[in-house]
């Protein structure tokens, strides 16, 4: 399975503690009302780690096809994190999603493919364009970025 980010997991621990706190005063609630005790946190937990598990299963059963079938790889798409890997003994590409993540998967001609990220691209544009305008004021020329 893959191995996530360090800030994912802070992220992860911080919406857990928030959780608990909720989780106090809901069952508070609860026991007012004649309820048993229910753990919000276990279940938002038992739901997170289902997730996580369906994709994983996901990718081993969609990665197992693509072998069975003799191909070299798979492209797959909707799971909004892109991805590229070797998994299986075979070439696991994900595009991700161009609404949430702004990331596109596009092969080049000499078949390479590549995971393109919209917010990296735009900030290089930018960078490229203030050099060169940079660049022209340097040399004495007007340049409009």
């Avoid at 069952?27 to 994709?55: E, M």
């Avoid at 590229?84 to 001609?109: I, K, P, Q």
């Amino acid at each position: 399975m893959a191995l996530y980010a360090k800030w994912l997991a802070l992220l992860g621990d911080g919406a857990y503690a928030i959780v608990l706190v909720l989780n106090t005063g809901f069952d508070r609630i609860r026991r007012r009302l004649g309820f048993g005790c229910w753990s919000l946190s276990a279940y938002l937990k038992g739901k997170v780690k289902n997730a996580v598990q369906f994709i994983a299963d996901f990718e081993a059963a969609v990665a197992e096809e693509a072998r069975r079938r003799g191909l070299d790889g798979v492209v797959c798409g909707h799971i909004h994190k892109a991805d590229m890997r070797e998994t299986h003994g075979l070439l696991y590409a994900n595009d991700g999603d161009w609404v949430e993540s702004c990331t596109a998967l596009v092969e080049h001609f000499d078949g390479q493919l590549e995971i393109l990220q919209w917010a990296k691209l735009r900030s290089w544009s930018m960078i490229e364009r203030t050099a060169q305008v940079t660049a022209g004021a340097t040399a004495g020329e007007t340049a409009i970025a």
